[in-house]
Nanobody
Framework: QVQLVESGGGLVQPGDSLRLSCAASGRTFSTYDMAWFRQIPGKEREFVAAITSTDGTWYGDSGKGRFTIARDNTKNTAYLQMNRLTSDDTAVYYC??????????????????WGQGTQVTVSS
């Protein structure tokens, strides 16, 4: 069973940068579409960014121009580089993998593997 483990969250100040990592077990990581979602307490989980197995990328409105998603198939790891963070970015960030080849990449329901989440807090 493939597992996803996020890391890199923490407490940062407004304007800082942070890079999240999502390490996947298993040998088929390169075939998965990967994504990051986030959830603020009391709100629904929100799409942040996705990268397909062919390196196509999509971004939610919250991260456009500030966040960059990437993957390193040699390390079975996906990344989310977050720049110019604000307090509105405070949330639990989840890594997700879509193991089935479907055309939709921004819908939460398309992803069948999830990490445990990592807390990002932006505060002065």
């Amino acid at each position: 069973q493939v597992q996803l483990v996020e890391s890199g969250g923490g407490l940062v100040q407004p304007g800082d940068s942070l890079r999240l990592s999502c390490a996947a077990s298993g040998r088929t990581f390169s075939t998965y579409d990967m994504a990051w979602f986030r959830q603020i307490p009391g709100k629904e989980r929100e799409f942040v960014a996705a990268i397909t197995s062919t390196d196509g990328t999509w971004y939610g409105d919250s991260g456009k121009g500030r966040f960059t998603i990437a993957r390193d198939n040699t390390k079975n790891t996906a990344y989310l580089q977050m720049n110019r963070l604000t307090s509105d970015d405070t949330a639990v960030y989840y890594c997700a993998a879509k193991t089935r080849p479907t055309p939709r990449v921004v819908e939460e329901s398309e992803y069948d593997l999830w990490g445990q989440g990592t807390q990002v807090t932006v505060s002065s």
